[in-house]
């Protein structure tokens, strides 16, 4: 396997000198493989407009293009680059879309189709050249043919988001952003009239049940692509509940489900490339993360995993 970020910001597209080492597009990663001629792509952020270029580039000379799209959830800096991404306006492309259900009886293509229209977009989603299909996926298991697997695990996150993990050939890849840890939302205060210990309890159990599950799915990973927008000081002074992670959070789950490489990923908008770097010194060491190989992502960058 290998894998390519095209973007790794989190929340909006923060280009300029302060973030160009590290990379200021949203979402996108390009998971390819050497022994067949298939790309998948995690996301649809502003990454995915310079990786719609390499393909037509690469791929579109060698004949129609099928391309497979997964994304972990439909806010907006995860589908914002799809109307840019050119080969959906090639004619004989195939493009086939991931994406969670929907809980509130919009289908994912009304979700991610409605860019398309002319409120939001010069081109309607009926003028596309591509033949688009949606797949809607809960939790689960399903074989992607050529000896792939891929699971899904629901995250903590304030829309419906879903964790990947691809399996092939042994290896293990597996994505776990947006999200935080679970925790329960039942009043924990005996002083508050309102407080319930019953329900407190029972909060608690099923908040460390999802936690051990989120665990057991990334268990024993060659690499996690892991939320680590903030760190544990910004998550608990008033950024719990936003549906992000701390890194040090990230580092220890990671620790204790055997992960073998962990890329903290989503960086916040307003962290420059140089807190980044100062974040690695602090973080991604053996004091921090023990044998385990931490680091952040960055745009351009690639991974072989073998």
Same mark, same amino acid.
Not at 171 to 191: G, H, M, Q
């Given at each position: 396997?290998? !894998? %390519?970020? /095209?973007?790794?910001?989190?929340? !909006?597209?923060?280009?300029?000198?302060?973030?160009?080492?590290?990379? +200021?597009?949203?979402?996108?990663?390009?998971?390819?493989?050497?022994?067949?001629?298939?790309?998948?792509?995690?996301?649809?952020?502003?990454?995915?407009?310079?990786?719609?270029?390499?393909?037509?580039?690469?791929?579109?000379?060698?004949?129609?293009?099928?391309? $497979? !799209?997964?994304?972990?959830?439909?806010? /907006?800096?995860?589908?914002?680059?799809?109307?840019?991404?050119?080969? &959906?306006?090639?004619? +004989?492309?195939?493009?086939?879309?991931?994406?969670?259900?929907?809980?509130?009886?919009?289908?994912?293509?009304?979700?991610?189709?409605?860019?398309?229209?002319?409120?939001?977009?010069?081109?309607?989603?009926?003028? &596309?050249?591509?033949?688009?299909?949606?797949? $809607?996926?809960? @939790?689960?298991?399903?074989?992607?043919?050529?000896?792939?697997?891929?699971?899904?695990?629901?995250?903590?996150?304030?829309?419906?988001?879903?964790?990947?993990?691809? $399996?092939?050939?042994?290896?293990?890849?597996?994505?776990?952003?947006?999200?935080?840890?679970?925790?329960?939302?039942?009043?924990?205060?005996?002083?508050?009239?309102?407080?319930? *210990?019953?329900?407190?309890?029972?909060?608690?159990?099923?908040?460390?049940? @999802?936690?051990?599950?989120? $665990?057991?799915?990334?268990?024993?990973?060659?690499?996690?692509?892991?939320?680590?927008?903030?760190?544990?000081? *910004?998550?608990?002074?008033?950024?719990?509940? /936003? +549906?992000?992670?701390?890194? @040090?959070?990230?580092?220890?789950?990671?620790?204790?489900?055997?992960?073998?490489?962990?890329?903290?990923?989503?960086?916040?908008?307003?962290? %420059?490339?140089?807190?980044?770097?100062?974040? %690695?010194?602090?973080?991604?060491?053996?004091?921090?993360?023990?044998?385990?190989?931490?680091?952040?992502?960055?745009?351009? %960058?690639?991974?072989?995993?073998?």
């Amino acid at each position: 396997m290998r !894998i %390519t970020f /095209w973007g790794v910001r989190g929340s !909006i597209p923060c280009p300029g000198r302060k973030t160009y080492r590290y990379g +200021g597009n949203t979402p996108c990663i390009e998971l390819s493989f050497e022994d067949m001629k298939r790309s998948l792509i995690i996301d649809a952020g502003s990454g995915i407009r310079e990786l719609g270029n390499l393909i037509m580039a690469r791929d579109f000379p060698k004949g129609p293009l099928n391309i $497979e !799209i997964f994304l972990t959830h439909t806010h /907006w800096d995860h589908i914002l680059g799809l109307p840019f991404f050119t080969p &959906l306006y090639i004619p +004989g492309s195939q493009v086939r879309i991931y994406g969670p259900a929907s809980f509130d009886g919009n289908s994912l293509q009304e979700v991610v189709g409605s860019q398309f229209s002319y409120h939001y977009f010069p081109i309607r989603y009926a003028e &596309l050249a591509a033949e688009i299909d949606y797949v $809607e996926l809960k @939790e689960g298991s399903c074989d992607l043919r050529d000896g792939f697997i891929i699971k899904t695990k629901f995250l903590n996150h304030p829309v419906l988001c879903l964790g990947y993990r691809f $399996e092939r050939n042994g290896l293990a890849f597996c994505t776990l952003y947006d999200t935080e840890p679970f925790r329960s939302v039942f009043i924990d205060n005996p002083a508050n009239p309102d407080y319930d *210990e019953d329900m407190h309890h029972e909060g608690e159990m099923i908040a460390f049940e @999802e936690n051990r599950r989120v $665990e057991e799915f990334i268990s024993g990973a060659d690499i996690v692509i892991y939320d680590g927008q903030y760190t544990l000081k *910004e998550y608990q002074s008033g950024k719990v509940g /936003w +549906g992000h992670s701390p890194c @040090e959070y990230a580092i220890a789950a990671a620790a204790r489900a055997g992960v073998k490489r962990l890329c903290l990923f989503h960086h916040d908008p307003l962290r %420059t490339d140089d807190e980044l770097d100062q974040l %690695t010194e602090v973080l991604c060491t053996p004091h921090i993360s023990g044998s385990m190989n931490v680091f952040f992502a960055k745009e351009g %960058t690639s991974i072989n995993i073998t």
